[in-house]
């Protein structure tokens, strides 16, 4: 399992390598400093755990996470145990603060290694699109939440932002709705207009609409209007 580093402190670095060095699961594929080091790193290594400070100079762990499209898991550590409440409300995999106890790494890394083994987790690669598998990094002010794709069921442009529905929550993120059709693999979501994408293994129920176009109902009540333009492939997708 692919792991990278991110901390601002080079003996706190040093310290977590070490202590990893008994678990051998695990492999540190880098080291980062900062938000922008650990982005080029996530990118071209991509890794399947972050080992990830929350306060950084510059850009916060936060931060870091808005910034990437596929999310790895990841362990917050930090010496501020003030954002622990923050840490768990975004549903992080664990939370280790510093100096680190070897009894609570442990705790993490068998967390981790149930997950991985139970999700059957496959490599990543840049150029994969994102699956209903794959988790994305959503903040909204104060509140911050790890979500699996399977529990997304519409994203709707909203001028340079778009809102992002899941459970009964509706955040914005800072993306355009054209660049996010890029990364989603059109297997499990849809792009059924130029304001909505929508997430087919939540579709419930489908009727026509004006001028050839449909009305696509989704589980818990939410109503997309599909174009004219995309009904056909919508038809074809949903084999009807």
Same mark, same amino acid.
């Given at each position: 399992?692919?792991?990278?580093?991110?901390?601002?402190?080079?003996?706190?670095?040093?310290?977590?390598?070490? *202590?990893?060095? /008994?678990?051998?699961?695990? $492999? %540190?594929?880098?080291?980062?400093?900062?938000?922008? &080091?650990? =982005? #080029? !790193?996530?990118?071209? *290594?991509?890794? /399947?755990?972050?080992?990830? $400070? %929350?306060?950084?100079?510059?850009?916060?762990?936060? &931060?870091? =996470? #808005? !910034?990437?499209?596929?999310?790895?898991?990841?362990?917050?550590?930090?010496?501020?145990?003030?954002?622990?409440?923050?840490?768990? &409300?975004?549903?992080?995999?664990?939370?280790?603060?510093?100096?680190?106890?070897?009894?609570?790494?442990?705790?993490?890394?068998?967390?981790?290694?149930?997950?991985?083994?139970?999700?059957?987790?496959?490599?990543?690669?840049?150029?994969?699109?994102?699956?209903?598998?794959?988790?994305?990094?959503?903040?909204?002010?104060?509140?911050?939440?790890?979500?699996?794709?399977?529990?997304?069921?519409?994203?709707?442009?909203?001028?340079?932002?778009?809102?992002?529905?899941?459970?009964?929550?509706?955040?914005?993120?800072?993306?355009?709705?054209?660049?996010?059709?890029?990364?989603?693999?059109?297997?499990?979501?849809?792009?059924?207009?130029?304001?909505?994408?929508?997430?087919?293994?939540?579709?419930?129920?489908?009727?026509?609409?004006?001028?050839?176009?449909?009305?696509?109902?989704?589980?818990?009540?939410?109503?997309?209007?599909?174009?004219?333009?995309?009904?056909?492939?919508?038809?074809?997708?949903?084999?009807?």
């Amino acid at each position: 399992m692919k792991a990278l580093i991110i901390d601002d402190e080079r003996l706190a670095r040093k310290e977590l390598t070490n *202590l990893l060095q /008994d678990y051998g699961q695990i $492999d %540190i594929v880098g080291e980062a400093a900062n938000a922008d &080091e650990a =982005l #080029e !790193m996530v990118n071209s *290594l991509n890794p /399947d755990l972050l080992f990830l $400070d %929350i306060q950084m100079p510059g850009k916060t762990g936060f &931060e870091l =996470l #808005e !910034m990437l499209d596929n999310v790895p898991q990841v362990i917050f550590t930090t010496a501020y145990d003030e954002f622990a409440l923050k840490a768990f &409300e975004v549903n992080a995999l664990d939370y280790l603060l510093k100096p680190i106890q070897t009894e609570r790494l442990n705790e993490s890394i068998n967390k981790l290694l149930a997950k991985h083994q139970a999700a059957n987790t496959t490599a990543r690669s840049s150029d994969k699109k994102l699956t209903l598998d794959d988790q994305v990094f959503v903040k909204d002010g104060d509140k911050c939440w790890f979500v699996s794709l399977s529990n997304i069921r519409l994203f709707e442009s909203d001028g340079n932002y778009i809102k992002v529905y899941f459970d009964n929550n509706r955040p914005m993120i800072h993306k355009s709705l054209n660049a996010l059709d890029e990364k989603l693999d059109s297997r499990h979501f849809f792009r059924a207009s130029r304001k909505h994408i929508v997430n087919l293994s939540w579709v419930e129920g489908i009727e026509p609409w004006f001028n050839g176009g449909l009305m696509v109902r989704l589980r818990g009540g939410d109503k997309v209007e599909v174009s004219r333009r995309q009904a056909a492939k919508f038809k074809e997708m949903m084999s009807l």
